[in-house]
């Protein structure tokens, strides 16, 4: 299968005009030898987006998600790549499950990494094998949703994933402090709701810090949504520490004010904060304390989140409307540039992971995606893939939509006119 | 006569307007309720349902009470019993009763929101008989009753408000719905039962309970639940009675022909001795009095847009 690319930038680069052959990028050649011939009309082609932080729901909660679904999802939000959390069932805490993943992955519409939990069970005890599961092909360790309470295990995890060279990637809770469903504040204490204080996420990011300067290893910081989150991940980073941290659209587009009338699709751990907070996360993408922005795509059946406030799951499902909230809230206001942004959705999480994307050269896997970037669309929770429809964003006004998304010179998603 | 909306969630939901509307309907009420025919016609041929998921008894008596001097047909459901316990959803159960006919669902649950989530979704009034933490709307009302037929109005009366604030809907309700009248309320208890950004709400938060109940036009204690003695908001309830408990002393700092409230049940000797609960300045009977009388203006009130319709 041969196609080219005519008419179109490409991003980063003078080129009018790519080719593919098979999966990757290729030289050029004649028109007549291409089987589709794709013509932009000006458009801009960006590399293939990825997010590290996805729950694909597979295997065990095929009811809210599966591979397929969130896969074609991703193609649709522009993606080429995801990292699928191991909070499954079972959970994904060794190589046999991993297997499974990468199997179920093969013909699905988006490449998936998987991550690995990082203890038995996403337990309070062992340590996963770290070792059989990187051999599987894991990209990661996380106990996301579960985070690490005991510093003790934290410690071991991050000492022990070094050996492998292994990302540890922490979800930052204390769940001692974080009882409520929603941020603690004003709103919170208005509508009756237990708070969870930023307290409960700057002590566990705190933690992870020192511990990451004290054994000089990496850590990845999960979607930060703090003030206090964002100035230590900053200071930490000044200070030489190895640290690398995301944070969710969610967090730069929304405050607790939306929880006012207990509509549950704007609950999700952590809590969307104040403007205060929302301001400084911004600011934290602005000035790259921040790396990456991910999604923590969280697929909910309509029974888990049509109940009362306290009761329903948390989160809330993202791929599809990820870049064009990044675009509309941070590009197009001139917060960050373009590239930025592609650094932020693409590259930064690529490098962190060590996943080798993003490329548009000669040779490169053909990963692409192209938006609409001059339109306004408006985002309809009934049009997404996915199998849930747990969005705040339904019915907002925005900017790139997503026209056409390639993965290994394949289309996984097209924007049918 | 009627309110503007469909249900009555809370005092967040009315305006002044309304809230002195049902006050003063509550007031006709009150003579209905003290004279010897007690019944009336407002509510009948009309289904009124108590849907209860918590275990209580004198808000829900003082509904059915008032129900049943209206004159409707009413039905109760609670916790124990029915599919509350068989893990049918809220929605499904309110929808169940919806479908049956029913006028007015008054609907008391332990999640702040509950009613609200499924208030739009059926086409019979909701009433909020307390909801988790959030709002106690018709105590709220019940107590503004009680300083109602005391003050002439309510702007710059002085309202102090003692006890567990974090968990109270009542303080809530009071909250809200004093400081739409123009009233000053102040709220005082232990820092770890005092909810953050309290005072954004429009209440000052005193230092103390002398603080709190100095000059004080009415003074209201709150209901400690002992229960929470063991989630280390407070160490013992000797401790409680002697820093935080409306004493006969701190009464006394209140305006002198201040009065004491209770929402009940009170535990005796921990928020207030029991010779404060007796004291004269104590209103708490008459509270439980003036529940059943704004609980019917609150069902004639919404039957009464129902009916414009
Ligand atoms: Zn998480």
Redesign the pocket.
Known sequence: MKTIIKNCKVFNSDKTELYIDGEKFAAAFPENEADEVIDLEGKMVFPGLVDM?VHLREPGYEYRETIATGCAAAAKGGFTAVCS?PNTFPVCDNAAVVNGIIKKAENAKCRVYPVGAATKGLGVKEIAEIGLMKEAGIVAV?N??K?IANAGIMRKVLEYASDFDMPVLN?C?DDFLSEGAMNEGPVSTFIGIRGIPTAAEDIMISRDLILSEYLDVPVHI??VSTKGGVRMIRDAKARGVKVTAETCPHYFTLTDDSCENYDTNFKM??PLRTEEHKQAVIEGIVDGTIDCIVT?H?PHHQDEKELEFSLANN?IVGLESSFALGYTYLVKPGIISIERLIDLMCYNPSNILRLGRGGLEIGDDADLTVFDLDNEFTFDKNKMLSKSRNTPFDGWKLYGETVLTMMGGKKTYEKLC | MALKNKDLLGMKQLTSEEIMEILDTAKTMKMVISSGNKKTSHLQGKAVITLFYENTTRTRTSFEMASNYMGSSSANISSSGSSVAKGESLLDTVRTLDAMGTDIIIMRHNQSGAPHSIANKINASVVNAGDGMNEHPTQALLDMLTMYERFDTFEGKNIAICGDCYHSRVVRSNAIGLAKLGANVSVYGPRTMMPVGIENMGVRVADSVADCVKDADAVMGLRVQLERQNSALFPSVAEYSKFYAITPEILQLAKPDAFLMHPGPCNHGVELPTAVYDCDQSVINEQVTNGVAVRMAVLYLLMARRNNL
């Open positions: 932080h959390m996380s996301d949703g985070p979800h809770e999960q979607h751990h952590p923590d969280a989160g």
